[in-house]
């Protein structure tokens, strides 16, 4: 469900009558404004006054922005109002970059706006060494991928013939 928008004048009724002691919650019920945008809405203009109220242009949070919030929301119990007062951005928005940051899918945080870098972008380098270590540590990791699935193999063949030896009565042997 898209997120529904309000105008500069009524968000500057709402900040002038919750400044003036009305709660956040009975203008949540007049004007259908979440009580948590209402106190986001406050502060932007405390901070930057009307200006702070007008539609933001999107911006690029750099991957560590995205990950430092993660981190305060998931390991320190930041709330998700005081992290997006402190960065400026919307609580939901930090909801998801906590839950993809659980995730381990950094990727995922990467802004994806000038199209997706692909990965053998990120890791090569000018250093022709380099990208030769690469290759070859590329190479390793298949290699040892195909152990790994043929060690698979061979312990559930070994697991299948002990339990029909386990069967006729016999003992398997140690070797």
Excluded: F
């Excluded at 390991?75 to 930090?94: F, G, N, P, Q």
Aim: with cysteine; net charge positive.
């Amino acid at each position: 469900m898209p997120k529904k928008t309000h105008s500069l004048e009524e968000k500057l009724i709402v900040v002038r009558r919750y400044l003036s002691g009305e709660s956040a919650t009975s203008l949540e019920h007049e004007y259908g404004i979440d009580h948590h945008d209402i106190i986001m809405y406050v502060n932007r203009y405390v901070r930057h006054g009307e200006e702070g109220l007008k539609p933001q242009v999107s911006k690029v949070t750099p991957l560590e922005v995205k990950i430092q919030a993660s981190r305060e929301y998931l390991e320190h119990c930041v709330s998700l109002s005081e992290l997006a007062d402190k960065y400026e951005v919307d609580r939901r928005t930090i909801r998801i970059w906590a839950q993809t940051y659980e995730k381990n899918d950094l990727e995922a945080l990467r802004d994806k706006r000038n199209g997706p870098r692909p990965i053998k972008h990120i890791y090569m380098s000018k250093d022709k060494t380099a990208n030769e270590t690469i290759k070859e540590l590329q190479e390793k990791v298949k290699d040892l991928e195909a152990e790994n699935a043929l060690l698979k193999k061979v312990k559930a063949l070994v697991e299948k013939r002990e339990a029909q030896l386990r069967e006729t009565g016999s003992k398997p042997s140690k070797n």
